[in-house]
Nanobody, 119 residues
Framework: VQLVESGGGLVQPGGSLRLSCEAS????????MSWYRQAPGKERELVAG????????NYADSVKGRFTISRDNTKNTVYLQMNSLKPDDTAVYYC?????????????WGQGTQVTVSS
């Protein structure tokens, strides 16, 4: 199983970035996908999530209206479009895949990609 994030970088406040997470080694469409982030000195927090078929999404209040999560199950890839970026969005962004079988949750994490919002 592998999750590989890309698309991070340095951007000015108000700018945009698009993160990608390409998955391999499991049946992608059967897993809910999510993006988390962790800023220095803070706990990892959920940013956005999307169900396996892509019909349902959810967002942290802090990013609603600015970030959009989407997925392409033909490419085994989940995306996070980030607009109107703020310095508080600076963090390492992680991709997570998760599914539940019975009472057991199975989850995988990517290695993370750095997003820095600064002038």
């Amino acid at each position: 199983v592998q999750l590989v994030e890309s698309g991070g970088g340095l951007v000015q406040p108000g700018g945009s970035l698009r993160l990608s997470c390409e998955a391999s080694g499991f049946t992608f469409s059967r897993y809910g996908m999510s993006w988390y982030r962790q800023a220095p000195g803070k706990e990892r927090e959920l940013v956005a999530g999307i169900t396996g078929a892509g019909g349902t999404t959810n967002y942290a209040d802090s990013v609603k209206g600015r970030f959009t999560i989407s997925r392409d199950n033909t490419k085994n890839t989940v995306y996070l479009q980030m607009n109107s970026l703020k310095p508080d969005d600076t963090a390492v962004y992680y991709c997570r895949a998760a599914t539940t079988r019975g009472r057991q949750e199975y989850a995988y994490w990517g290695q993370g990609t750095q997003v820095t919002v600064s002038s």
